[in-house]
C-alpha cells in the first residue's frame, strides 16, 4: 500500500516471517533495546504512525520512534495497563496518542468493505473449534502465533 514498515518482535523466526511478507526493515527487540531509535534511523528521523501493542511497557520506544508530528495508536497493553509516559517529550514532539478499542458495528462492516475492496488477506495462524476456546486463549497466551487466531463457529 506504499508505506514503509517497520516492524518489531522478540523471535527471530517471527522478523524472518515479517520479512517474507514485506517489511522493509526488522528489530529484534531483545537484542537491540533501544529499539526505538534504531526505528527512527530506519525511518530517515521518525516515523509517521507506531502501531503500539505492547502498552507502558514499550511506549517510550515508541515515541522515540516517532516523528514530530507522528501519530501513535495505543491498541494494546501486554506490558500492563498503567505506568509511566513520556508526557515532555510527547509535548515537545508535538505527538497524537490515541487510544483505540475494537470500534462499532459500522465500523467492522466498513473495515470488511475495505479489505475486500482492497483484496487484503490477513494473516491466518490457526482456527479453532468454538469447543475449543479455552485451548485458543491458551494458545495466544503463550505468545506462540504469528497472526490472527481464528474461531470457527
Sequence with gaps: MGAKVIATSSSEEKLERLRQLGADHVINYRSILEWGRAAREFSGGGVDHVVEVGGPGTLAQSVMATRTGG???????LTGTEGAVPTATLMRKQIRLQGLTVGTRRQQIEMVRAIAANDLRPVID????????????????????FGKIVIEI
Aim: glycine letters at 12%; hydrophobic letters at 45%.
Design 71 to 77: 501519530h501513535i495508536a495505543l491498541i494494546g497493553v
Design 126 to 145: 490457526r482456527h479453532f473449534p468454538l469447543d475449543g476456546l479455552a485451548d485458543a486463549f491458551r494458545y495466544h497466551e503463550s505468545g506462540a502465533h
